[in-house]
């Protein structure tokens, strides 16, 4: 059972209470009721945080990689060891199912290992002069790749250890240092992931969490002269608002989508309908990733809806306890505004197939039809369980309608024919395209890409770690 407490933020491999007296309130998306306090830190000790990590950065730079894989290594094995512990609070914080939880904490661990094994693995490269015509035979540029210095690392509420450790691990053992702002919502769940950084006895000041109000340390964080780089995952608006603060720092922002799901006449349509409600419903479709509008072809689209529905009414909803695949919200303006969504499609014409029942901020899951261009369903990312259905008389239609999106971040397209799939697979304006599969976030080593207004930059471990590096060349001038 989960006891109140109050969560101190951390700074200096210490543990601290806030000057500032204020705490904010962690509300359980499905219990209704606070589970914890963290702390309201103040401009000052985002300073301070900001302050050690600047000087912890210059020793750790100096380290070997092996040096630093052995502090991540405990540190996934602590993960491990705190897994129930941390399955809890994510289960009590964010209203996912426990099950979903303890696997979000066990892939974090291998993660961790995984972004070990490829830093070791990564090297520089050198150049002789001569290779370029009129170069000199003379030199010789060896290049490294160096660290930024103080990495920003903002985490969504949806995997807010997995898509944390995703960030704080590659900039670890790229040398930086890291300054760890949780969402509010997950908050705990962050401190939780540290607490075991903590047993793993990493060097002070190396990791800062801060947590905080938004409007007092949201915007002084992202423009503060001692952020070297800012590593984003959450909503579009705020990614933009910070890309537009953040000016001249490095970037890597992962942001919404509106993953179409692209149903072909020639599909196997029982296993499209089982891939697209895997992608569009669990965890109640708070995924970036997740199908959030299918676009079928007219000629099939009665059968595939036929099949959707018999689908959405086989999922469990209730409790995160229960293990659920529908499970509340993370809060009541979440679902206030999935309802709207729905609400303003029935306005405009569109056909309830089943769903559209609310309970507080649990919104039942909800399969619309017929939902045209001038519905806001088919273009806002709704982050809850409501899936519009859009019938189109073409693949080149299909096409046309997932690229009108302000969104790229995947797609899924389902079809028997593999060349089919490639040609409207190359066509999409996404970062990844699913064939005959649910849209995901994948293997964490893939690139994760998105595009337009899903994101800038790339995902990934590989990825991630060049980009929390630049390169540097030294030029070697040989005596003739």
């Not at 502090?71 to 996934?76: E, F, M, P, R, V």
């Not at 670890?172 to 075991?196: C, D, H, R």
């Not at 471990?461 to 030029?475: G, Q």
Request: glycine residues 8%.
């Amino acid at each position: 059972m989960l006891t109140l407490s109050t969560y101190k933020y951390y700074a200096n491999g210490e543990w601290k209470e806030s000057e500032s007296g204020q705490t904010i309130d962690i509300v359980s998306p499905y219990l209704d009721e606070v589970i914890g306090k963290v702390q309201a830190i103040t401009k000052k000790e985002v300073d301070e945080a900001i302050r050690f990590a600047h000087e912890a950065q210059k020793e750790w730079a100096e380290t070997s990689l092996q040096q630093r894989a052995a502090y991540l290594y405990k540190w996934a094995d602590e993960l491990v060891n705190m897994q129930e512990e941390i399955a809890e609070i994510i289960m009590k914080e964010v209203g996912k199912g426990r099950k979903d939880a303890q696997k979000e904490v066990v892939r974090t661990a291998d993660f961790i290992r995984y972004t070990i094994e490829e830093a070791l693995h990564m090297h520089g490269e050198s150049m002789r002069g001569d290779s370029f015509p009129g170069g000199a035979a003379s030199k010789v540029a060896i290049t490294q790749r160096v660290p930024l210095g103080v990495v920003l690392a903002v985490a969504p509420f949806n995997y807010p250890v997995n898509l944390a450790a995703a960030k704080v691990a590659p900039a670890l053992m790229a040398g930086n240092a890291v300054i760890f702002k949780p969402a509010t919502q997950g908050s705990i769940s962050g401190v939780k992931m540290i607490e075991a950084l903590d047993k793993a006895g990493l060097p002070k000041g190396l990791v800062n969490l801060v947590t905080g109000r938004g409007a007092v340390i949201g915007d002084y964080l992202v423009e503060h002269e001692g952020i070297n780089m800012i590593s984003f995952t959450g909503g579009t608006n705020t990614g933009v608002h910070l890309a537009e603060k953040a000016k001249m720092i490095p970037l890597v922002l992962e942001l919404g989508g509106k993953d179409p799901g692209i149903v072909c006449e020639d599909a196997d349509l029982h296993e499209a309908a089982l891939q697209i409600i895997s992608g569009a419903f669990s965890y109640s479709g708070q995924r970036c990733t997740a199908i959030k509008r299918v676009l079928v072809h007219e000629n099939v689209a009665d059968e595939l809806v036929t099949l959707l529905k018999a689908e959405v009414e086989k999922l469990s909803v209730g409790s995160p306890e229960q293990e659920s695949t529908i499970v509340p919200l993370i809060d009541n303006d979440s679902a206030s505004f999935v309802q709207g969504l729905i609400y303003d499609a029935i306005q405009k014409g569109a056909t309830v197939v089943t769903g559209n029942k609310r309970e507080q901020n649990l919104i039942y899951p909800t399969l619309l039809d017929h939902v045209t261009g001038n519905m806001h369903v088919a273009w806002k990312e709704p982050f809850g369980p409501v899936l519009p259905i859009i019938r189109v008389k073409s693949d080149e239609e299909a096409i046309h309608i997932a690229n009108k999106s302000e969104f790229g971040l995947q797609a899924s397209v389902f079809t028997k024919d593999i060349n089919r799939a490639f040609a409207i697979a190359n066509k999409i304006d996404t970062g990844s395209v699913q064939i005959n599969g649910r849209t995901e976030r994948g293997p964490d080593h893939f690139p994760f890409i998105g595009v337009k207004g899903s994101g800038m930059g790339v995902q990934g471990i590989r990825k991630s770690l060049e980009s929390m590096t630049r390169e540097k060349v030294l030029v070697l001038n040989l005596a003739d």
